[in-house]
């Protein structure tokens, strides 16, 4: 069946180190999009990547979505401990009715001060 | 707009009751999800709506789930019998055509 792969599952960094977590999707994606779930909550919304080779910033966040629009990549510069959550990205499968939203496994971020 | 609302936050059961959850989406969306969360399976698209209709409910673990929306304003999840496996997160999110889903906060279910 359809399958969108994050790795990695866990990443424990210093504060001031970078991040990078990578989603793989099985099929071609209609458009990626990520997400964040802090400890006890819900996911929320970051950004959603349509374009092939498309790249967006979100100030210390940058996303990027693969030429083939089947991978995607989000990089933290300098993590801080209010980046501590575990990010999701969510595949919108292409030619699916109705934009089915397939999530992966997601990474969860442990910063330490 | 309030958001996507669940009922109950939190729910105790005993294994065999029946058990359903609710959700509320958000005005104006189109389509509405419903995800489970464990710390094993991550979270699993259980089946999701689009105006209404069920579109793919290929997630539903088995015949003890069932979901409906009988409008565009409401939907339930129901198990029965539940199981202490059932144990989990439940969320629902709407969206509206290719845009964000928005997740309520969550049922946290325990089957005992």
């Known amino acids: 069946g359809q399958q969108v792969m994050q790795i990695p599952q866990y990443q424990h960094v210093q504060e001031g180190e970078d991040f990078t977590t990578y989603c793989n999707s099985s099929t071609t994606l209609s458009n990626i999009q990520w997400y964040k779930q802090r400890p006890g909550g819900h996911p929320v919304f970051l950004i959603q990547l349509v374009k092939s080779g498309e790249v967006k910033k979100q100030k210390r966040l940058t996303f990027q979505f693969g030429e083939a629009k089947k991978n995607s990549s989000l990089h933290i510069t300098a993590t801080q401990t209010t980046d501590v959550g575990t990010y999701f990205c969510?595949?919108?499968?292409?030619?699916?009715?109705?934009?089915?939203?397939?999530f992966g496994q997601g990474t969860e971020l442990s910063v330490k001060p | 707009d309030a958001g996507v609302i669940q009922s109950p936050r939190h729910e105790v059961t005993e294994m065999g009751q029946e058990v359903t959850l609710r959700c509320k989406p958000i005005s104006g969306h189109n389509s509405l999800f419903w995800y489970r969360q464990t710390m094993m399976r991550g979270l699993e698209l259980l089946i999701y709506?689009?105006?209404?209709?069920?579109?793919?409910d290929s997630g539903m673990p088995e015949d003890r789930f069932s979901a409906k929306m009988p409008n565009a304003s409401f939907s339930t999840l129901k198990i029965q019998p539940s199981e202490p496996r059932d144990s989990a997160v439940y969320f629902c999110?709407?969206?509206?055509?290719?845009?964000?889903?928005?997740f309520g906060q969550g049922t946290r279910l325990t089957v005992v």
């Open positions: 969510a595949g919108r499968m292409i030619y699916n009715q109705g934009g089915k939203l397939i």
């Open positions: 999110a709407s969206f509206w055509a290719n845009t964000e889903a928005f």
């Open positions: 709506f689009n105006n209404n209709v069920p579109i793919d």
